[in-house]
């Protein structure tokens, strides 16, 4: 059965391994999302009632497609980057000089781990006006599919931005980086449905 193929990724999210996690269900869900948009221009293209929208839904195609890529490999991006948080955390503390250096390490390795979930919250967003656009141009019979993908793309956008703030959460708010990300992440809701 074809969903057989989900109970590998399913089984290892359920375990207590803590990668994948939350990051990576982020990323699988957008990825969801473009591939329901990529099935919509799928069953548009080729079709004559849809010839004079057809390029259109093939430059769509394309980009979703790509997308889908970047979502998965941020998937994998985010597993490595909590791998190495937690081996910052088992750094040892027994001198000062040890103390630093855990200090320092553990907070690279946790601006490094707000970066995958924020390519994915900006991935999402960017997502969103191509699934406007297949509401309007798409084959009507698969309209549903384009809405779902919408809210998955929503759904993935918002627990990317979960993962980004949990990371930001853990470091110092006097760190430039965490005002510089918390811009970005304000210029991005801008863009997205209910943000």
């Known amino acids: 059965m074809l969903l057989d193929g989900l109970n590998p990724y399913l089984s290892e999210l359920a375990s207590a391994a803590p990668a994948p996690g939350g990051g990576a269900a982020a990323a699988v869900t957008v990825a969801q999302g473009l591939a329901l948009l990529s099935m919509v221009c799928n069953l548009t293209i080729g079709k004559k009632k ?22 998965l490999s941020e998937a994998e991006a985010d597993m490595n980057a909590f791998n190495v948080v937690m081996k910052a955390y088992q750094m040892p503390t027994e001198t ?14 946790t601006r490094n781990a707000a970066e995958p979930p924020f390519r994915l919250m900006a991935l999402a967003a960017q997502a969103l006006p191509l699934a406007d656009q297949l509401e309007k141009i798409g084959n009507p019979n698969v309209l549903s599919d384009v809405f779902v ?47």
Not at 56 to 70: G, H, Y
């Open 149 to 195: 993908g919408r809210h998955l793309l929503i759904a993935g956008y918002k627990s990317s931005k979960e993962n980004v703030e949990v990371n930001l959460n853990n470091l110092s708010h006097e760190d430039f980086f965490v005002s510089e990300m918390r811009t970005k992440m304000n210029d991005l809701a801008a863009s997205v449905p209910g943000e």
């Open 96 to 109: 000062d000089e040890q103390k630093l250096a855990k200090k320092a390490t553990l907070a690279n390795a």
């Open 50 to 71: 849809f010839s004079a929208v057809e390029a259109q839904a093939k430059d769509i195609l394309d980009q979703v497609s790509t997308m889908r890529a970047e979502a």
